[in-house]
Protein backbone atom coordinates (compact mmCIF):
# COMPACT_ATOMS: atom_id res chain seq x y z
CA UNK A 1 0.00 0.00 0.00
CA UNK A 2 2.91 2.48 0.78
CA UNK A 3 4.60 2.14 -2.42
CA UNK A 4 1.05 2.98 -4.30
CA UNK A 5 1.25 6.13 -2.41
CA UNK A 6 4.59 7.19 -2.93
CA UNK A 7 4.28 6.14 -6.97
CA UNK A 8 1.16 8.48 -6.87
CA UNK A 9 2.57 11.00 -5.29
CA UNK A 10 5.78 10.80 -7.09
CA UNK A 11 3.64 11.36 -10.36
CA UNK A 12 1.55 13.77 -8.96
CA UNK A 13 5.21 15.72 -8.41
CA UNK A 14 6.44 14.88 -12.01
CA UNK A 15 2.60 16.08 -13.01
CA UNK A 16 2.92 19.65 -11.26
CA UNK A 17 6.48 19.74 -12.76
CA UNK A 18 5.37 19.31 -16.76
CA UNK A 19 2.78 21.76 -16.22
CA UNK A 20 4.99 24.75 -14.79
CA UNK A 21 7.46 23.96 -17.60
CA UNK A 22 4.36 24.12 -20.03
CA UNK A 23 3.41 27.22 -18.66
CA UNK A 24 6.99 29.64 -18.54
CA UNK A 25 6.57 32.14 -16.12
CA UNK A 26 3.92 30.69 -13.81
CA UNK A 27 6.61 29.42 -10.65
CA UNK A 28 9.59 31.18 -9.59
CA UNK A 29 12.65 29.16 -10.86
CA UNK A 30 13.14 28.13 -6.92
CA UNK A 31 10.15 26.15 -7.22
CA UNK A 32 10.75 24.45 -10.70
CA UNK A 33 14.58 23.62 -9.29
CA UNK A 34 12.59 21.87 -5.81
CA UNK A 35 10.07 19.71 -8.04
CA UNK A 36 12.68 18.86 -10.13
CA UNK A 37 15.45 17.75 -7.25
CA UNK A 38 12.85 16.07 -5.22
CA UNK A 39 11.45 13.65 -8.30
CA UNK A 40 14.74 11.32 -8.26
CA UNK A 41 14.31 11.24 -4.31
CA UNK A 42 10.69 10.41 -4.65
CA UNK A 43 11.32 7.47 -7.17
CA UNK A 44 14.30 5.83 -5.62
CA UNK A 45 12.08 5.87 -2.30
CA UNK A 46 9.24 4.08 -4.39
CA UNK A 47 11.54 1.71 -5.81
CA UNK A 48 12.64 0.52 -2.34
CA UNK A 49 9.66 0.50 -1.05
CA UNK A 50 8.71 -1.60 -4.00
CA UNK A 51 11.70 -3.83 -3.46
CA UNK A 52 10.96 -3.94 0.39
CA UNK A 53 7.26 -5.23 -0.71
CA UNK A 54 8.08 -7.72 -3.30
CA UNK A 55 10.91 -9.64 -0.86
CA UNK A 56 8.33 -9.62 1.98
CA UNK A 57 5.39 -11.45 0.14
CA UNK A 58 8.62 -13.78 -1.51
CA UNK A 59 9.43 -14.52 2.64
CA UNK A 60 6.09 -14.79 3.45
CA UNK A 61 5.89 -18.63 2.49
CA UNK A 62 9.23 -19.38 3.52
CA UNK A 63 9.66 -21.92 6.77
CA UNK A 64 13.73 -21.31 7.22
CA UNK A 65 15.10 -25.34 8.07
CA UNK A 66 18.62 -26.83 8.84
CA UNK A 67 19.42 -28.51 5.46
CA UNK A 68 22.19 -31.41 4.68
CA UNK A 69 24.53 -30.74 1.62
CA UNK A 70 27.61 -32.46 -0.01
CA UNK A 71 29.73 -30.06 -1.22
CA UNK A 72 32.13 -31.28 -3.80
CA UNK A 73 35.56 -29.74 -5.14
CA UNK A 74 38.24 -31.50 -7.50
CA UNK A 75 39.64 -33.91 -5.27
CA UNK A 76 37.41 -33.55 -1.86
CA UNK A 77 33.90 -34.06 -0.65
CA UNK A 78 32.58 -32.83 2.43
CA UNK A 79 28.81 -33.40 3.74
CA UNK A 80 27.61 -30.38 5.84
CA UNK A 81 24.28 -29.79 8.36
CA UNK A 82 24.14 -25.91 7.75
CA UNK A 83 21.76 -23.58 9.26
CA UNK A 84 19.83 -21.80 7.39
CA UNK A 85 21.63 -18.48 7.40
CA UNK A 86 24.63 -20.71 6.03
CA UNK A 87 22.69 -22.70 3.57
CA UNK A 88 21.41 -19.37 1.92
CA UNK A 89 25.22 -17.61 2.24
CA UNK A 90 26.67 -20.76 0.29
CA UNK A 91 23.72 -20.68 -2.38
CA UNK A 92 24.22 -17.10 -2.77
CA UNK A 93 28.20 -17.52 -3.36
CA UNK A 94 27.82 -20.15 -5.30
CA UNK A 95 25.26 -18.34 -7.91
CA UNK A 96 27.30 -15.28 -8.20
CA UNK A 97 30.67 -17.23 -8.50
CA UNK A 98 32.00 -15.54 -5.31
CA UNK A 99 35.80 -16.86 -4.83
CA UNK A 100 34.86 -17.65 -0.73
CA UNK A 101 35.32 -20.50 1.86
CA UNK A 102 32.85 -21.44 4.46
CA UNK A 103 34.08 -22.13 8.24
CA UNK A 104 31.93 -24.85 9.91
CA UNK A 105 32.97 -27.53 12.07
CA UNK A 106 36.48 -26.18 13.17
CA UNK A 107 37.31 -26.14 9.04
CA UNK A 108 37.01 -24.28 5.93
CA UNK A 109 34.93 -25.63 3.14
CA UNK A 110 36.39 -24.04 -0.18
CA UNK A 111 33.51 -22.34 -2.83
CA UNK A 112 34.63 -21.54 -6.05
CA UNK A 113 33.15 -22.12 -9.80
CA UNK A 114 33.91 -25.97 -9.80
CA UNK A 115 32.10 -26.57 -6.53
CA UNK A 116 29.20 -29.17 -7.01
CA UNK A 117 25.98 -29.62 -4.24
CA UNK A 118 24.52 -32.28 -3.89
CA UNK A 119 21.26 -31.31 -1.56
CA UNK A 120 18.76 -28.74 -0.98
CA UNK A 121 19.80 -25.11 -0.76
CA UNK A 122 17.28 -22.35 -0.19
CA UNK A 123 16.06 -21.06 -3.22
CA UNK A 124 17.52 -17.91 -5.35
CA UNK A 125 14.43 -15.49 -4.45
CA UNK A 126 14.44 -16.30 -1.18
CA UNK A 127 18.28 -15.49 -1.10
CA UNK A 128 17.25 -12.32 -2.80
CA UNK A 129 14.72 -11.45 -0.54
CA UNK A 130 16.72 -12.20 2.40
CA UNK A 131 19.35 -9.88 1.34
CA UNK A 132 16.90 -6.92 0.16
CA UNK A 133 15.12 -7.34 3.81
CA UNK A 134 18.51 -7.10 5.30
CA UNK A 135 18.24 -10.91 7.10
CA UNK A 136 21.44 -12.34 5.51
CA UNK A 137 24.06 -11.66 6.99
CA UNK A 138 27.21 -14.21 6.47
CA UNK A 139 29.83 -14.53 9.43
CA UNK A 140 30.72 -17.99 8.54
CA UNK A 141 32.00 -17.27 5.19
CA UNK A 142 34.65 -15.36 4.00
CA UNK A 143 35.63 -14.03 0.77
CA UNK A 144 38.68 -14.66 -0.99
CA UNK A 145 40.93 -13.12 -3.58
CA UNK A 146 40.19 -13.85 -6.87
CA UNK A 147 43.00 -15.72 -8.33
CA UNK A 148 45.11 -13.90 -11.16
CA UNK A 149 46.18 -15.82 -13.89
CA UNK A 150 49.65 -15.69 -15.14
CA UNK A 151 50.75 -14.82 -18.33
CA UNK A 152 53.68 -16.53 -18.93
Same mark, same amino acid.
Given at each position: !??? @? ?6 ? *? ?5 ? *? ?7 ? $?? !????? @? ?7 ? +????? @? ?6 ? $? ?23 ? %?? /? ?5 ? #? ?8 ? #? ?5 ? +?? /? ?9 ? %? /?? +? /??? #? ?6 ? %????? @? ?11
Amino acid at each position: !MLP @LLYLLFTL *AVAGGLV *ALLLRPGTA $RS !MVVWG @LAALLPLLA +ALTAA @LAGQARAD $RTLAGYAPQTVTVTLTNPGSAQTLR %LT /PQDAACV #ERALRLHTRS #ELRVGGG +AV /PLTSDTQVAGD %L /PP +A /PVV #EALGVSGG %LTCPN @LKALPEETKSTS
